[in-house]
């Protein structure tokens, strides 16, 4: 057991594996999850005793029912939206579509049922959060003095000089959701500093807390500063911390960060709050929650299917929005509540709200027993809560906010005589945990062979090997099905080929090849604006006129606020003859681009001027 939990627990935030996986942040993840549930059912699947005991407590009654409210509105969200299965899958960049954010309710669903019931496998959920932590930030911490043994530095850098900013994103991706994913080994090392007898596991715990907090700070991300803000005000305010003793906690950290801030190291932190400076109103966010409400509108109670806002937001983008950030890809609505709402609706919200304060009010009522650690726990899963108003869940993020909740369930769980069962009861749940089983593990070695494939294809292209790049492709579209492809990318990979092969059978092969993944990603809610633009520009490289236009007008109707499109077709146009056509989508090229790009303006500048009045 204690195996499964450090799996499920600490190898799923950790994974990470460039080379071997193509979304080599995303999949390994979601493998690991995927495998973890299934042995996790197949543990409980002959012993249902502590899942039925967690069931029928005070607290873990209702939050089961919560648990079981978000499963069946994530199911009945992917059946009504307009793709089911890119619904189930989720998109490639985040991959939490229906089935990954069920797999993380039930892993916490059983975790929690089998903590409550065992003090010695909570304590150490907590010690593989804070073993988790403090390899995650002292990975994070490393990458910000640039010395990344894993990923290139630039990928998460930006800017040049003394501007130049540095967002470690740990091994989940983004500094934004390694930020809010840190709060939990943080407060997890307290927890372990306050409630463990062993000097070791305490001393570790505090070191965690120093870790984590450090790597929240680098990270530069505002939504887990203003979370960690609140957990540990939430902890003051319930443990009644002395006044002297937050005074001094408080001038400690600020001295702390200023002598790091002016040092040499504390470059990069000063241009991130130079850029924060410069954008105080916290960039595109609320703009995007305000279209990302107005959208949510159209669809209130179902809404528009997991994991499927990055390819229905664009037709709800307004001009404003667009306007103020004119080529940026909005991929999510960056708060979790708007999250749940575009995705599976007010139902959906509702429940996660439920779990959420049933988490809160479970661990308010421990009066003598574990009343520290409750504390700790409910600082932690409120700090969280209000760091995800700042960016949404990614499975490594909410399975710790669903345990999170789970944990402080168990904590005042009374204990209650188990209830005996007739065999077939007890032989229908194991064979249904172990067909479970089987269909997660299934789905764990199909996307790992898939994004494997991808992987071999991308070296093999880079390594000018084509048949082994081709026969790779071709095992993964046989298992398309998994969501797992990549066809822009290597639909603008053939291109380039084709544009540097000097033999013209070559040239011509690999211009097919492009053109095919051009044609399968336009098939994608996922960037279809950016897929037809991309099938836009192969057409026009091939002087395919007709083609070309039919896919700038696409791109238009998939991301009508989008300014690129109608900055091709304005010249497309001009270029045909069509002044009057050309003019308007000049002009709104134009409008839409806000003057953020002086080449837009410079190649539209003749379209205008050729227009004559009363043309």
Not at 383 to 405: C, E, H, R
Not at 473 to 500: H, I, K, M, N, P
Not at 535 to 557: K, Q, Y
Request: positive net charge.
């Amino acid at each position: 057991m204690p195996f499964l939990i450090i799996l499920v627990v600490a190898m799923t935030p950790l994974a990470i594996w460039p080379g071997f996986s193509f979304y080599f942040d995303v999949v390994p993840k979601i493998a690991i999850l995927l495998c973890g549930a299934a042995l996790l059912l197949l543990t409980c699947a002959f012993a249902p005793s502590a899942f039925e005991g967690f069931a029928r407590s005070r607290f873990g009654r209702p939050l089961s029912l919560g648990y079981l409210a978000l499963m069946v509105t994530t199911i009945a969200a992917d059946v009504m939206s307009v793709d089911p299965l890119a619904a189930w899958n989720g998109s490639n960049w985040r991959r939490f579509g229906a089935l990954e954010q069920i797999v993380v309710i039930l892993a916490a669903w059983l975790l929690s049922a089998l903590c409550a019931k065992s003090v010695t496998l909570r304590t150490t959920v907590l010690r593989s959060i804070c073993v988790a932590g403090m390899i995650a930030a002292t990975y994070g911490v490393i990458q910000y003095f640039g010395l990344d043994p894993i990923l290139p530095p630039a990928s998460y850098q930006a800017g040049e000089g003394p501007f130049r900013i540095v967002r470690p994103p740990g091994t989940l991706g983004h500094s934004d959701y390694f930020g809010a994913w840190l709060l939990w080994p943080f407060f997890a090392g307290a927890a372990s500093f306050f409630t463990e007898e062993r000097a070791t596991w305490k001393s570790f715990g505090l070191l965690t807390v120093f870790a984590a907090g450090t790597a929240i700070i680098l990270t530069g991300s505002r939504g887990a500063v203003m979370g960690l803000i609140a957990g540990l005000t939430i902890y003051a305010v319930l443990a009644r911390v002395s006044i002297r003793t937050v005074a001094v906690v408080l001038l400690s950290v600020i001295l702390a960060f200023t002598l790091f801030f002016v040092s040499p190291a504390g470059q990069g932190l000063r241009a991130r709050a130079h850029w924060i400076g410069e954008d105080r109103t916290g960039g595109a966010r609320p703009l995007l929650w305000r279209d990302s409400l107005r959208m949510s509108l159209d669809h209130p109670w179902k809404g528009f299917g997991p994991d499927l806002f990055a390819g229905e937001f664009p037709m709800y983008q307004s001009i404003e929005l667009a306007r103020a950030y004119p080529d940026f890809y909005h991929e999510s609505p960056h708060n979790a509540i708007l999250d749940a709402l575009t995705s599976s609706g007010i139902f959906d919200v509702v429940a996660f709200l439920v779990v959420f304060g049933i988490g809160i009010r479970a661990g308010l009522a421990q009066t003598v027993n574990d009343r520290t650690l409750a504390f700790v726990l409910v600082s932690a899963l409120g700090g969280v809560f209000v760091a995800q108003q700042f960016t949404v869940f990614t499975s490594p993020t909410a399975l710790l906010f669903y345990l999170g909740a789970g944990l402080l369930a168990g904590l005042p769980q009374e204990k209650r005589a188990a209830v005996p069962r007739p065999f077939a009861y007890r032989l229908a749940y194991a064979v249904i945990s172990l067909a479970i089983a089987t269909l997660l593990t299934t789905c764990a070695v199909r996307l790992v062979f898939a994004d494997h494939a991808l992987a071999v294809a991308k070296r093999s292209l880079d390594a000018g090997d084509v048949p082994s790049a081709v026969h790779a492709l071709e095992s993964a579209a046989a298992l398309r099905s998994t969501g797992v492809d990549a066809d822009l990318y290597f639909s603008r990979r053939w291109a380039l080929a084709a544009s540097q092969a000097r033999d013209p059978l070559a040239k011509a092969q690999f211009a097919q090849f492009a053109r095919d993944a051009a044609g399968r990603s336009t098939e994608r809610l996922e960037q279809r604006q950016n897929a037809w633009y991309n099938m836009a520009l192969l057409a026009a490289g091939n002087n395919d006129v007709p083609g070309t236009e039919s896919s700038l007008r696409s791109a238009i109707l998939c991301a009508p606020k989008w300014f690129k499109p109608h900055w091709a077709l304005a010249r497309l146009l001009f270029a045909s003859g069509r002044v009057k056509e050309a003019s308007g989508e000049a002009t709104l090229a134009l409008n839409l681009n806000a003057a953020k790009d002086s080449e837009v303006a410079s190649t539209l500048a003749p379209v205008l001027r050729s227009r004559k009045p009363g043309m």
